[in-house]
């Protein structure tokens, strides 16, 4: 009985260091993911230059007060935004667009629950100047934005954002949303809102409720 309760007693031991060896492991390989999206991330995070414009990441941050400025006049002369819809919306933006001191462009996101994989999304519209769109501005947001969000959703892994979406509204889409899958994002089609596609991409850190 005594050899036999001390490999029993040996076999649970073992069992749990290779728990433990597992756990750790797996720890690891998080901790290693999770630095290599935060390093892949800060070249995005810092403005960059692409095409003579330049992209600023504002998500979450105190606007200064050009950028406000800017905001407000490009929304309310641009899209038409009702003055007293402006003050509502800033919190919302999260990248900026100039050519040199111009506004051409902006992102906003929204975070809402993704319905039909029940996690929460950051949902992502932008409006770019009209005069600026044949110029991949609005590519060059939508990319941006989903590194924004996704390395927020790093470092703040209690608001439990999964991933980026969008719901397909601009008909100059209509060619591309025959593509189930958006390359340079990710974003894959996951359901119709009406007859508008909604798209999603899960960020690499994402997980779902067993």
Known sequence: PTASLSFALRRTLDERKGATNTKIESSNTEKEKRRQ?????????????????????????????????????????????????VEGRLPELCVVAYEGDTLIGVSTVTIETMHCVGVLAGFYRCSVDPAFRK????????ARSKVTLEAWSLANPDEKLM???????????????????WSRTGLTLVGYRGYQQVRMAWFDHARVEA
């Open 37 to 85: 999206i935060m390093s892949a991330s800060n070249a995005i995070l810092d403005d960059i230059d692409i095409d003579g414009a330049t992209y600023k990441c504002v998500w979450k941050q105190t606007l200064d007060d050009k950028i406000r400025a800017d905001v407000t006049k490009f929304w309310i002369d641009k899209i038409q935004l009702h003055p007293s819809r």
């Open 135 to 142: 110029r991949n501005v609005a590519t060059e947001l939508s």
């Open 163 to 181: 991933g980026f979406a969008v719901v397909v509204e601009s008909p100059n889409l209509t060619a591309k949303s025959r593509n189930p899958v």
